[in-house]
Structures are given as structure tokens and as C-alpha cells.
């Protein structure tokens, strides 16, 4: 994803640098937007919808060479995906063209409304390769060039598409993180000029990753942001991905680009790969292959932690009532307004892959009618109140249930592990005040 147009005053690295509050802003965009569905607007054009007839580019003309630009993961958390531009170089003049989808401008009117509505309206632009370059070596990031075996008619059918589309009047498109980002619109206008070889040879080849599993293990090294992530994901998420929807991450299409065949003059196939040019040597960390296995971590944590509730919820020292006070107030908090945001994500926005989150029965709005009951520690729950609590647990419990259920398929055992035991142990303590 490129972070912003060239003609933007005010970029989303400039805001992610603002500390603290920047960052937790930018983590909740990403949660909120991770996720939406490729519908297309109206007044957006689509990448296959065909380009209006025009001249060929005149024979006067020298073909171009057209390269696969990969840029590898950058250090701030809206670059960890990475980036893939086309390329279109004039032999003759030396001058390149660099054709980056996924531009946007964080000035934009109602950015921020839009993008946590899923209303997202990114473009291409044509510029000079020059110039992206000199950026990404000063973000110290990988750059790596792969020239292309396209015929003259392939490669002069994808220039001229890049330039119709590149238009003011072609160029917006309705984004998605995964479904329509910088890597699947340079894909799909590939496969456009092959004439579907890209597709007809990465559909269905799968090697088991999900869009969770590709979006966490390339935001591991920001840990709470694949936290928060993890936790705004639902059930579309989770679908096994072949390699062709894999290719949304930029190094996973360099790699389908590396072995794909195209058809030749005689009737025979011969490599789409001329030829690979590392351009520059990343120094960025690299992303594993995997993202971490909590459920045991979080297993512990959760087990421990609400054993040390019930222990605080026996103690009659004030301190203990006061720190069980802030722990329960504090999660109740948390559970709750995230309940509100995930319910947002489901029914106030497109973001498709957002909806129907699983997460719902453990961060669940009802905490938030809890939250007074721990500000009056020495009175007992009214009845009501030990009521919503044990639906909670019940609703957690439930989670943990539907994990044989064919239905239930979102991958978040490691949150129940973690937010169940924690809900039994606050009911529990709710329940010992009454008794009391």
C-alpha cells in the first residue's frame, strides 16, 4: 500500500509518527478495515470492466519492457504488508513509469468516516520510478524488480490499459485490504493482458493459509496491533485461501509471477519470468511464516488471572477490594465498548469480513451495565446484575461450545480460553458479594 498521493499535505506516516495515540488510531483503522468485501461502486470503475477501444500504441513506437515491482515490508504498521507496483520502462529514452495502485490521500473529506464505514476510494497513479525508489531506500525496505515475458500485443495491451486507467476520470476504485489492494489490482491487470494465465494457474493451488493467518503473521512484529486485528476479524476471514486470493500479499504474487508459464509463439508455453533484479537489500524485519499460537499462553494467562480474582474476591482488606474493583471495572470497560465496535463493524459498515464476529460472545456490550456494580464493592449485586453477569459467562461458554459445531468457524479459541475464564471468575466473585 502506498501511503499516500503525491499531492497530499499531510500523509498517514506523519500520523502514525504523532506517539502513542497515532498508533492506537492507526491499529483501530486497520481493525476496522482489515476486513471489507469487493463490491464495487457504481461510479468506481472495475479493473476488468474493458478499456475503451483505442489505436495501438503506433509502430514508431519501441515496446516497452514491463517489470513486477515487490517492495518489502516497511517498519511503520501500514507497510508491513509490503507493495507491488508495474513498471513500464522505454528502452530507448531509459525513462520508467511506475503504475501504484492503492494511492489515497488522508486529507481527503470524511476520511476517517469513510474508512471505518468500509467506503474506501483509493486510485493508480502513474509516476516516476525514480522517485519511488529513493523512498523506499530511505525506509530501508527490499526492492525487487521481475521483468516480464509478455508478447509485444500482451505488452502493448497492459500499457495502454494502465494508461486509461490511470486517467482522472478511471482511476478511483473502491479499495479492500484484502480483496482489492495494491497487489490484487497489479495481479489482476496482469492477468488481463495474459489472457487469464495468472488465474487459470494459481486457482485452487492452495498451501492452507487463511486471510488471518497471512494478516497476523505479517503484523507480528507490532504485536497489540495483530491483537487488535485478530479480535475485529469474523468468520470470512478464516476461508483457505488458494493462490490466487493469496496473492493480495505482495511478496506471495513475486512468488506466483517466479513460477508461472505463458503461452509461446509455437503453441508451447515458456516462463513469464525474463529475469529478477534485487534493487536494493532490505533492512527491515522480516515477517515469520507463521503467526504465534497463543492458545496455551492465553490459556495460562486467563486461568491465572482469574484465579487471583477469586483469591482478592475472598480478602476483606480494603486494597484487595479496591484492586479487584479496577481490574473488573477496567475489563468490563474494555469487553463492552469493544462489543459496541464489533456491532458497529457488523451492522453500521461494508466491512464484510468484520461481520458476524464470533468475538461478540466474549466482548459483549451487556459488560458495560456491569461497570457500576464494582464502583459500590461493599453492597451487594442487585439480582439483575447477577443475571447480565451470568449470561455473559453463559455466552462465553457457549463460544467454547460451538467450536464442534460445523458453523462456528472462526479461529479465535484463544480468545475463549482467555476471556472465559475471566467472566466465570468476576461472576463468581459478583455472586460471593451477594451471598455475603
Known amino acids: 500500500m502506498k501511503p499516500r498521493s ?3 499535505g499531510f500523509g498517514i506516516r506523519d500520523w502514525a509518527k504523532q506517539g502513542f495515540f497515532g498508533r492506537v488510531a492507526g491499529a483501530c483503522l486497520l481493525a476496522f478495515c482489515f476486513v471489507a468485501a469487493c463490491a464495487t461502486e457504481a461510479s468506481a470503475q472495475a479493473l476488468d470492466d474493458p478499456a475503451p477501444a483505442e489505436s ?3 509502430d514508431s513506437r519501441p515496446l516497452p519492457s514491463i517489470s513486477l515491482l515487490t517492495v518489502g515490508p516497511g517498519e511503520l504498521f501500514f507497510e508491513r504488508f509490503g507493495h507491488n507496483a508495474i513498471v513500464v520502462r522505454d528502452e530507448t529514452t531509459g525513462e520508467a513509469v511506475a503504475y501504484n495502485y492503492g494511492i489515497f490521500d488522508f486529507d481527503e473529506g470524511d476520511f476517517l468516516a469513510n474508512f471505518a ?3 474506501m476510494r483509493y486510485r493508480i497513479l502513474g509516476g516516476d520510478l525514480a522517485d519511488d525508489l529513493a523512498m523506499y531506500r530511505a525506509e530501508r525496505r527490499e526492492i525487487v524488480e521481475q521483468r516480464l515475458n509478455l508478447s509485444p500485443q500482451q505488452a502493448d495491451e497492459l500499457v495502454r490499459f494502465l494508461e486509461w486507467n490511470a486517467r482522472p476520470e478511471n482511476a478511483l476504485y473502491r479499495y479492500d485490504y484484502f480483496t482489492a489492494n495494491c497487489s490484487t489490482r497489479v495481479r489482476d491487470a496482469l492477468d488481463r493482458a495474459l489472457g487469464g494465465a495468472l488465474h487459470a494457474q494459481t486457482e485452487g493451488r492452495s498451501r492452507g493459509y487463511t486471510y488471518r493467518l497471512d494478516a497476523l503473521r505479517l ?3 507490532e504485536p497489540w496491533l495483530m491483537l487488535l486485528i485478530d479480535l475485529g476479524l469474523g468468520p470470512f476471514a478464516d476461508q483457505r ?3 490466487w486470493q493469496e496473492s493480495f500479499v505482495p511478496e506471495t504474487l513475486r512468488h ?3 513460477g508461472a508459464q505463458v503461452a509461446d509463439s509455437g503453441g508451447g508455453t515458456k516462463p513469464l519470468l525474463v529475469d529478477t533484479r534485487v534493487l536494493a537489500k532490505g533492512e527491515v ?3 515469520p511464516a507463521l503467526p504465534p499460537d497463543l492458545r496455551w499462553p492465553f490459556l495460562f494467562l486467563g486461568t491465572g488471572l482469574a484465579f487471583a480474582l477469586l483469591w482478592l474476591s475472598r480478602r476483606r482488606a480494603r486494597a484487595a477490594r479496591i484492586a479487584l474493583a479496577v481490574f473488573a471495572t477496567s475489563f468490563h470497560l474494555v469487553c463492552g465498548i469493544g462489543g459496541l465496535a464489533l456491532l458497529f463493524l457488523w451492522f453500521g459498515s461494508d466491512h464484510l469480513a468484520a461481520w458476524r464476529n464470533e468475538n461478540l460472545l466474549l466482548l459483549s456490550p451487556l459488560c458495560l451495565l456491569l461497570v457500576p456494580a464494582w464502583f459500590r464493592s461493599r453492597r451487594p449485586a442487585p439480582p439483575w446484575v447477577l443475571a447480565i453477569a451470568w449470561l455473559v459467562v453463559t455466552g462465553a461458554a457457549f463460544a467454547l461450545f460451538s467450536k464442534i459445531l460445523p458453523w462456528f468457524v472462526q479461529a479465535n479459541l484463544h480468545w475463549i480460553v482467555l476471556f472465559l475464564p475471566l467472566h466465570l ?5 459478583l455472586s460471593r458479594k451477594r451471598a455475603a
Open 6 to 8: 503525491r499531492d497530499s
Open 56 to 58: 495501438p500504441i503506433p
Open 117 to 119: 464505514r468500509g467506503h
Open 219 to 221: 503484523m507480528a512484529p
Open 241 to 243: 485461501l488458494d493462490y
Open 256 to 258: 506466483v509471477v517466479d
Open 285 to 287: 524485519q522480516e515477517p
Open 425 to 429: 471468575a468476576l461472576a463468581l466473585a
